[in-house]
């Protein structure tokens, strides 16, 4: 019995081995990265916002998971959950309609069944858009970080566009939420404030895919290993 599960514990690690490099894991989390490191906001419908921009992100960590489950040949079928605690927002030119900044709370971004193709070596990139949805809360403070309107709730379903990754070894997946005038919030003190379009970019770090599958098999090994 001790011999047949080692010979199983040791089938196990080259099966890992084996599989290295041939097919995506199912789920790979996040284990570091920027995060939410770029975004800015700027009245609806300007025609080149983000170099224009009245508000910034101050880059904030996230937390969660990218999905990336094979389809087919060379196909992906991606899913986002992500979570950011806190993201501010400053002004980047004075004071707007009472407004210094923004603060974004307990921030969720969610989408899911996003196709992209595989260019092999964990590369892929998104076809299209894929619609999720943005939840939360935001304030808007003045210049001395006091709230003069909100906490505000947001149930947004907003397009996530220009996703790509290159989870090659330990490699990043970036993303943007908002690109196309579909995530817009009000921000001002008078008459309930101005439509703002909002944008969050994302980067963060995922682990390559068939190491996370190669770590599976080898936790698979140990166990038989224990057992014996």
Do not use: K
């Amino acid at each position: 019995m001790l011999g047949r599960c080692r010979v199983v514990g040791l089938l196990a690690l080259l099966l890992g081995i084996a599989f290295l490099g041939v097919a995506p894991a199912a789920s790979a989390a996040i284990i570091s990265g920027l995060g939410l490191d770029d975004g800015w906001a700027c009245v609806a419908g300007s025609a080149t916002c983000s170099d224009n921009a009245d508000f910034s992100v101050v880059a904030a960590s996230a937390s969660g998971s990218i999905t990336l489950n094979p389809t087919g040949p060379g196909m992906w079928s991606v899913d986002i959950s992500l979570t950011v605690s806190s993201l501010s927002m400053p002004n980047t030119a004075g004071p707007i309609d009472g407004v210094d900044s923004l603060l974004f709370s307990s921030m969720t971004y969610t989408a899911s069944g996003w196709s992209a193709l595989d260019f092999g070596d964990g590369n892929a990139t998104g076809l299209g858009a894929a619609l999720g949805t943005v939840t939360g809360s935001y304030e808007q403070l003045d210049g001395s970080s006091a709230t003069v309107v909100g906490p505000t709730p947001i149930n947004a379903s907003v397009n996530f566009s220009n996703l790509v990754c290159d989870p090659s070894g330990v490699g990043q997946c970036g993303f943007q939420v908002g690109f196309f005038d579909d995530f817009v919030l009000p921000i001002g003190v008078t008459g309930g404030g101005t439509d703002y379009e909002i944008n969050h970019t994302f980067n963060v770090v995922i682990p390559e895919p068939s190491t996370v599958a190669l770590l599976g098999f080898g936790i698979l090994a140990l166990a038989l290993r224990r057992r014996a």
